[in-house]
Structure formats: C-alpha cells, structure tokens
C-alpha cells in the first residue's frame, strides 16, 4: 500500500504545526520552502485540515495557520481515513475479475488493510513528535 502524497504531506505539515509554539502563526511559504512542496498542494492541504479542525486558519495579510487541537487528540488512522479518498487495496471491479465470485485475495487483502489502520489507530501526533529537539533541528524550528 501507498498512500497518497497528499495523506504524506497532511502528516509531515501536522508535525511541523505541533512543534511550533501555539500562538505562532506559521505560513504557507514557510511550509513550502521546508519541505520542498507544491504551495498548491499546501495550501489545499492547510485548508482540509483547517475544516477538519486539526488546523486553526487566520486569513488575510499577515494570516497563517498554527495547530487547532492538541498533538495527543489527533489519531494518525483518523488523519489517514480522512486524507484517502478511497482506502481499498484493490477494485476488483475494475476491469471485471473472471475469479471476483470465488476469490479469497479481497478477504486477506481487506484483513491486512485492517491491521494497517489498526496500526494506525494506536498512535497520535504527540507520538510522532516525541523526538522533538531532533525533529526541530532537521526542521530549523525555534
């Protein structure tokens, strides 16, 4: 499985946010530069996080974004779910599958997507920033 590069962005753009200071406005240059990413893709991500509440948005000369919900209350597999838009390892659909009727490869594919959210599901932001002082020296953050 590979997620998209918009899911990768979303995480690695949180990580950033979570070790700025609170009231620090961060922007969407900033982001980019750090990163090295599309602005456009940035700032499509900022604002999906900002409506899902992971991200408070200030618009306007001057606005940006810092964090809108503390590391430890954002779940990586809910961050995840919400940034794919479709989370099936394969469509057996797509073309038409002459063994679809019988096939036994969606039941363990299905079951190995489900560990993999679980995984997920076990972590929060606050641990991926756990190394924070390493984090912050590859990031040039403070």
């Known amino acids: ?3 998209t590069k918009h899911t990768d962005y979303a995480l690695r753009i949180l990580i950033y946010s979570a070790l700025q200071p609170q009231d620090r ?3 969407i240059q900033e982001v980019t530069d750090v990163y ?3 602005r456009n893709h940035v700032m499509k991500i900022v604002q999906r996080l900002g409506q899902e509440g992971y991200l408070a948005t200030v618009r306007g000369k001057g606005g940006g974004f810092r964090m809108g919900r503390a590391a430890d209350d954002i779940n990586l597999g809910v961050v995840v779910r ?3 838009s479709t989370i099936v390892l394969v469509d057996c659909e797509e073309p038409v599958c002459r063994i679809s ?3 036994r490869l969606k039941g363990v594919l299905a079951e190995a997507m ?3 959210m679980s995984v997920l ?3 929060t932001l606050a641990d ?3 190394n924070r002082g390493e984090l912050s020296g590859l990031l040039a953050v403070g």
């Open 1 to 3: 499985m590979k997620l």
């Open 25 to 27: 406005l961060i922007s």
């Open 36 to 38: 090295d990413l599309s």
């Open 82 to 84: 919400m940034m794919e």
């Open 101 to 103: 009727e019988v096939c």
């Open 114 to 116: 489900s560990a993999f």
């Open 121 to 123: 599901d076990r972590y």
């Open 128 to 130: 991926l920033i756990g």
